[in-house]
Nanobody, 114 residues
Framework: QVQLVESGGGLVQPGGSLRLSCVAS????????MKWYRQAPGKEREFVAVILSTASITNYADSVKGRFTISRDNAKNTMYLQMNSLKPEDTAVYYC???????WGQGTQVTVSS
């Protein structure tokens, strides 16, 4: 069955960096666009970034553009989110998802605080 396992979250000070990973299994990873979402306490889940199957095209929410970089390694069935210049408003649980598949991982908590 489809499995998505996010990792790499943690507590970081404002201005710091984190790299999230999403390991996928149970489907042909290399043929799917992949997305990152996040959900802050008391808020709805929101789109963060997307990367097409060949990694040729990426897109970002305006709130993270220029600070976050999405990438993937199809040989490892893994997607990444490099997060730099983190802000307190980036605090959320981060989830990965395959576009068109109704599966979510358990998420990884990112907390940006001094």
């Amino acid at each position: 069955q489809v499995q998505l396992v996010e990792s790499g979250g943690g507590l970081v000070q404002p201005g710091g960096s984190l790299r999230l990973s999403c390991v996928a299994s149970g489907f042909t990873f290399s043929t799917y666009a992949m997305k990152w979402y996040r959900q802050a306490p008391g808020k709805e889940r929101e789109f963060v970034a997307v990367i097409l199957s060949t990694a040729s095209i990426t897109n970002y929410a305006d709130s993270v553009k220029g600070r976050f970089t999405i990438s993937r390694d199809n040989a490892k069935n893994t997607m990444y989110l490099q997060m730099n210049s983190l802000k307190p408003e980036d605090t959320a649980v981060y989830y990965c998802k395959a576009s068109g598949l109704a599966y979510w991982g358990q998420g990884t908590q990112v907390t940006v605080s001094s």
